[in-house]
Structure formats: C-alpha cells, structure tokens
C-alpha cells in the first residue's frame, strides 16, 4: 500500500487547510486510517482516527472541535480537514493504514505510513 498525502502548506494563525491523503490500494478501505503528526526533534502525535467505515472517530485533545477526520472508501481517499489553525499546529502531517478496522491512537497499530506534508501556520 503506498499512501500519499498532500495539501499541506504556509497558512496564517485562525485559517483552514485540508489535507488528503491518497491510497494506491483498495486495501485501506477496510482499514481504520489515520492522522499523525512530528515536529523535528519531537516524538510523533496522533491527531486523529477514522474506522474502516466512518462510522467512528477519534482526535486529540488538542484538535478536538478544530479539525475533522473523513474518508471516500470509494475513490481511496482520506481527508483532515483543519480549522482555526495555531501555531502549536506546525509540524509535518502523516496519513496511515491501521492494522485493524478501528482507529487507534497508538503509531504502532499502523502499519503502512505516507510520505509527510508541511504544514506551518503563522503568527
């Protein structure tokens, strides 16, 4: 499975963006997916998850309210859209394959992992 994500870019403090992220096999559909996070020299963040079917969500704290998890199981495609973005929201974004249907919170549960888009947000 290699998994794509993209969207990211320079935005300012209280604005939007959308992340994609683009799977080159139907197998993710019957996956929970998923969002991360790293800021250089810090340790990878969850920011959220989604189960195979969207039925079931789950964010960080400190996401919550801000950003939404969504997926079209049709078309392979996985989307974090981010409102209300702050600086603290810097880092390189990851999309990822859970091993199971649900989400998780926990880096280990993925076992497939795109290449990271940039997002930097601006005071």
């Known amino acids: 499975v290699q998994l794509q994500a993209f969207g990211g870019g320079l935005v300012q403090v209280g604005g939007s963006l959308r992340l994609s992220c683009t799977s080159s096999?139907?197998?993710?559909?019957?996956?929970?997916m998923g969002w991360f996070r790293q800021v250089p020299g810090e340790e990878r963040e969850f920011v959220a998850g989604i189960s195979w079917n969207g039925g079931r969500t789950t964010y960080a704290d400190s996401v919550k309210a801000r950003f939404t998890i969504s997926r079209d199981r049709t078309r392979n495609i996985l989307y974090l859209q981010m409102n209300s973005l702050k600086p603290e929201d810097t880092a390189v974004y990851y999309c990822?394959?859970?091993?199971?249907?649900?989400?998780?919170?926990?880096?280990?549960?993925?076992?497939?992992w795109g290449r990271g888009t940039l997002v930097t947000v601006s005071s």
């Open positions: 990822a394959v859970a091993r199971s249907a649900v989400p998780s919170r926990e880096g280990p549960d993925y076992n497939y």
């Open positions: 096999a139907r197998t993710s559909s019957n996956n929970g």
